[in-house]
């Protein structure tokens, strides 16, 4: 088992572009949850997908959407690019019914918005 | 407000010295409190959870509700700690479910020899 596999490793867009990341959870995970972290913070939780629809979403705009497939798989989609939005997303999978339901990371993508 | 503060950004220590990297949190209910630590190089990984009461590679973290602390401490650091070292804390759910991570900022830990 890989673990949470993330694609692609690196992009560089321009502001008011628009992206997609996207991420394969950990064998026999169903539950992906993406997180935004800037350069010297902490990862931020931007929101939640469990039976393709999202469940709980953090304090980030609607240019912000997702989506999770039948396979569990999920994308990010962020509209309108903003400098601001140069982070490194990280995606994190695991299984909505374990007792003390632990998140594995993937290994992130580096976007970069000139 | 939920909250992870972790006031130190980064920790300098010897070879074989004590580390104690400090954890505050802020939460209306009640929380699991997390370290997960990043080394070079590679993914963020979970170190431990303060349920489980383990000890992982020689580090413990005890959860202190009065004070709401969960400090990450280790008796003598090895120059293989030296890494990127974050609290998180999400609402304690003991039957699955949704569970969101409220991260801190990250203290980077370096061990010299």
């Known amino acids: 088992d890989a673990g949470v596999t993330q694609s692609p490793t690196h992009l560089i867009k321009t502001r008011g572009q628009q992206v997609t990341l996207r991420c394969s959870p950990k064998s026999g995970h169903d539950t992906v949850s993406w997180y935004q972290q800037a350069l010297g913070q902490g990862p931020q939780f931007i929101f939640q997908y469990y039976e393709e629809e999202e469940r709980q979403r953090g304090n980030f705009p609607d240019r912000f959407s997702g989506h999770q497939f039948p396979n569990y798989s999920s994308e990010l989609n962020v509209n309108a690019l903003l400098l601001g939005d140069s982070a490194l997303y990280l995606c994190?999978?695991?299984?909505?019914?374990?007792?003390?339901?632990?998140?594995?990371f993937g290994p992130g993508t580096r976007l970069t918005v000139l | 407000a939920q909250r992870v503060t972790q006031p130190e950004k980064l920790l300098s220590v010897f070879k074989g010295a004590p580390v104690e990297l400090k954890c505050n949190y802020s939460y209306s209910g009640s929380p699991e409190l997390f370290w997960y630590v990043q080394y070079s190089r590679q993914r963020l990984q979970l170190l431990l959870r303060h349920i489980s009461r383990e000890s992982i590679k020689g580090f413990t973290a005890d959860l202190n509700k009065g004070e709401t602390s969960f400090h990450l401490k280790k008796p003598f650091a090895q120059e293989e700690d030296s890494a990127m070292y974050y609290c998180?804390?999400?609402?304690?759910?003991?039957?699955?479910?949704?569970?969101?991570?409220?991260f801190g900022a990250g203290t980077r830990l370096a061990v010299h020899p």
């Open positions: 994190a999978s695991s299984l909505y019914r374990a007792n003390y339901n632990e998140q594995f």
């Open positions: 998180a804390l999400t609402e304690a759910l003991f039957s699955g479910g949704y569970n969101k991570l409220i």
